[in-house]
């Protein structure tokens, strides 16, 4: 469960706990990479630096135990793609090549790595893994868990910063929606300028902003929910960029609305210049 202080308890108190397996025979290093408690194996070999002569021994047995399926706990932790804890454990390993052991269907912990991750990403990214392992090989080297795997662990920060721009841009489309430039006729309640044809581009622009920003937003909380390990990206990217360049053309278009009887000159240079950057916002997406 992550109890890393319970965990030190126990190893200290009685280390011959850590022979227990589960019914995969699987011991508490192979449950900590498979639930990602970075801290769990962090307090483990914290324990044999303190020269611990037992614990010492036993997770140098425990780290290249095999399961019932030959996996080791890198293995396990490979699987899952826990860069963090694949990291660790292969530290603790000295880097040696020599104890990444193939499992009984003759996977290594490298190879089972390379599946997780090049399922995982993009084609520009899986360009990037093919060209590592023909510079390395099937090994690990710190530039993997650093350079290769980071676009894999990132992936929760990038949708959380997609979920949060999607957010703003939904807000602010709503507040737009009724604050319209030039505000209401007292008498009717109706849009001062609603017959203007700028003001209603501006009204699609900005109710296409709002469409877009809630399909962004509800892609990524949909997969979230459903199958958080396997989130595409993609979909919400392009619905996000969408309407971050709607959101840009409705600023423009609502400026020039309210300062074109003012400043005409002004007001065509800030429609303009929304329309290229508005523009401009979209060629990730086409290009």
Sequence with gaps: ??????????????????????????????????????????TVFALKKDDLSQISQMVDSMINATDYEGNTSLHIAAMKGHESVMSAIWDKLNHDQASLLQNRKGKTAFSLSYEKVWDTTDEASRGRINEYVKKKGWYFTAEWFDCVMSPYQNKLERTQVIGLGSVLITTVAFAAAFTIPGGYNTDNGAPVLGKRYMFRAFILANTFAFIQAFQSLFA????????????????????????????????????????????LPIAIIILVVALLVGSSTLQPVFF
């Design 220 to 263: 990524v909380l949909y997969k979230a929910l459903t199958d958080p390990e396997d989130i595409d990206l993609q979909y919400a990217i392009y619905k996000f960029l969408s309407a971050a360049s709607c959101m840009v053309i409705a600023f423009g278009i609502g400026s020039y609305v309210m300062l074109a009887p003012v400043s």
């Design 1 to 42: 469960m992550g109890n890393e202080d319970l965990v030190e308890h126990f190893l200290r108190e009685y280390p011959d706990y850590a022979n227990l397996l589960d019914s995969c025979g699987r011991n508490l290093l192979h449950m900590a990479a498979k639930q990602n408690h970075s801290k769990v194996l962090t």
